[in-house]
């Protein structure tokens, strides 16, 4: 998928077929992520990249079941996105994804196995002079401009209904932080 910066000559040793939503120097097929089976026939690709792209994505959720389709099992699929970024291409920008959020996305019920996942180029932040009374000039801290997945299709999608994944599947295993004397924390 390819908005902006081109990346065909990074591949130059692989068939590079350039997705996007408007027609460009780098794209080869114009047309909707969110229907991109529809472009593709299954299993298609060995490698599926897409950069600062996700955040566009009406319904990632949908993308992702789509990026399933036409990647081959044993491919693999980076997506780099934005964690923490300034509002950009309104009124399409919908989504900012930490590396939890997008291990959410791509999981196993998908077909999908996590080989890597992080965050990158901190950002220092503080809240506005303009900001609520109780936040003004207070640090920000974790703040990071992008987050990326690499994973790998290890199976055929076993659900592809979002109503119907386990909840443990999705996070694996983790669980919402306890705060301090909270009933789930005294318990243990």
Same mark, same amino acid.
């Given at each position: 998928?390819?908005?902006?910066?081109? %990346?065909?000559? #990074?591949?130059?040793?692989?068939?590079?077929?350039? &997705? +996007?939503?408007? /027609?460009?120097?780098?794209?080869?097929?114009?047309?909707?992520?969110?229907?991109?089976?529809?472009? %593709? =026939?299954?299993?298609?690709?060995?490698?599926?990249?897409? /950069?600062?792209?996700?955040?566009? %994505?009406?319904?990632? *959720?949908?993308? !992702?079941?789509?990026?399933?389709?036409? !990647?081959?099992?044993?491919?693999?699929?980076? !997506?780099?996105?934005?964690? /923490?970024?300034?509002?950009?291409?309104?009124? *399409?920008? &919908?989504?900012?994804? /930490?590396?939890?959020?997008?291990?959410?996305?791509?999981? #196993?019920?998908?077909?999908? $196995?996590?080989?890597?996942?992080?965050?990158?180029?901190?950002? @220092? @932040?503080? &809240?506005?002079?303009?900001?609520?009374?109780?936040?003004? %000039?207070? =640090?920000?801290? $974790?703040?990071?401009?992008?987050?990326?997945?690499?994973?790998?299709?290890?199976? $055929?999608?076993?659900? !592809?209904? *979002?109503?119907?994944?386990?909840? +443990?599947?999705?996070?694996? @295993?983790?669980?919402?932080?306890?705060? =301090?004397?909270? =009933?789930?924390?005294?318990? $243990?």
């Amino acid at each position: 998928m390819v908005t902006g910066e081109n %990346f065909r000559s #990074k591949f130059d040793r692989a068939n590079y077929v350039g &997705f +996007d939503f408007y /027609s460009g120097d780098n794209v080869d097929v114009v047309g909707d992520a969110h229907k991109l089976s529809s472009y %593709f =026939p299954a299993g298609e690709f060995d490698l599926v990249f897409s /950069s600062a792209v996700f955040e566009h %994505f009406y319904a990632p *959720w949908v993308v !992702v079941e789509e990026i399933s389709k036409v !990647v081959k099992v044993g491919g693999a699929v980076f !997506v780099e996105t934005h964690f /923490s970024f300034s509002a950009h291409e309104r009124p *399409w920008n &919908f989504f900012q994804f /930490s590396d939890q959020g997008l291990r959410v996305l791509f999981n #196993k019920a998908l077909g999908f $196995e996590v080989l890597d996942l992080g965050m990158s180029n901190p950002i @220092g @932040g503080y &809240f506005s002079p303009r900001s609520s009374p109780y936040l003004r %000039f207070r =640090p920000v801290r $974790e703040l990071y401009c992008h987050s990326e997945i690499l994973v790998r299709k290890c199976q $055929e999608p076993c659900v !592809v209904d *979002w109503h119907d994944m386990e909840l +443990d599947a999705l996070v694996e @295993g983790t669980r919402y932080p306890t705060l =301090p004397g909270s =009933p789930s924390e005294t318990q $243990e």
